[in-house]
């Protein structure tokens, strides 16, 4: 799976923007896709994810203000973040994770392969 973020940019503080990530190739057993993000001097941290079926999660720091929703005939998903605060400054990552099992001579249990993005920017002015 290739995966392709965009829709960073530089927005003051209270603005707004929607991120958008594209994956392509084998896209198949779609387990989760999660955008993550990553401040400068920072580790990366898990922003939101929705599950396949449908079902989402938050970071606190970001609840109430994002949203994650996905097109699947564009096969696509979207960050849409609101009153966006200095702090939210970071790349912002996407994760397609693939669900893959094993055969049942080698354990038959399930995994997942990340697929991620190269990132895209997102930069808040006070």
């Known amino acids: 799976i290739q995966v392709v973020e965009s829709g960073g940019g530089l927005v003051q503080s209270g603005g707004s923007l929607r991120l958008s990530c594209t994956a392509s190739?084998?896209?198949?057993?779609?387990?989760?896709m999660i955008w993550y993000r990553q401040a400068p001097g920072k580790q990366r941290e898990p922003v939101a994810i929705?599950?396949?079926?449908?079902?989402?999660n938050y970071a606190d720091s970001v609840k109430g203000r994002f949203a994650i929703s996905r097109d699947y005939a564009k096969n696509t998903v979207y960050l849409e973040m609101n009153s966006l605060k200095p702090e939210d400054t970071a790349v912002y990552y996407c994760?397609?994770?693939?669900?893959?099992?094993?055969?049942?001579?080698?354990?038959?249990?399930?995994?997942?392969?990340?697929?991620w993005g190269k990132g895209t920017l997102v930069t808040v002015s006070s």
């Open positions: 994760n397609w994770q693939r669900e893959e099992s094993r055969s049942l001579s080698e354990g038959g249990d399930y995994y997942t392969i990340d697929n």
């Open positions: 190739g084998d896209i198949y057993n779609i387990h989760s």
């Open positions: 929705m599950i396949n079926g449908g079902a989402t």
